[in-house]
């Protein structure tokens, strides 16, 4: 079992910048792979950046050369550092893992509020 527990969201205006943070704890050597996703309201869940435990990345278009994810040293954090926030952009971001065995894990979800 992995628990996720996610902090940093928040309120800002456009063009802003926030700091996700993602903790896991319990079986952290099983996690492969760890992302971020995002859910608006009246849409669907998206995945907004993702990050292997060999460190490769992939992002939605929409938030490329805006957000970063990375790695703590630890390998037990993942962190999203979003820059140049769009009103677009709010929603509730949710943590998720993967395991090497293929089971998956989400956080709570932290909600990030861009005005405009």
């Known amino acids: 079992q992995v628990q996720l527990v996610e902090s940093g969201g928040g309120l800002v205006q456009a063009g802003g910048s926030l700091r996700l943070s993602c903790a896991a704890s319990?079986?952290?050597?099983?996690?492969?792979?760890m992302g971020w996703y995002r859910q608006a309201p009246g849409k669907q869940r998206e995945l907004v950046a993702g990050?292997?435990?060999?460190?490769?990345?992939n992002y939605a278009d929409s938030v490329k050369g805006r957000f970063t994810i990375s790695r703590g040293n630890a390998k037990n954090t993942v962190y999203l550092q979003m820059n140049s926030l769009k009103p677009e952009d709010t929603a509730v971001y949710y943590c998720?893992?993967?395991?090497?065995?293929?089971?998956?894990?989400w956080g709570q979800g932290t909600q990030v509020t861009v005005s405009s």
């Open positions: 990050i292997t435990s060999d460190s490769n990345t």
């Open positions: 319990g079986n952290i050597l099983s996690i492969h792979r």
């Open positions: 998720k893992t993967n395991a090497y065995n293929g089971v998956a894990y």
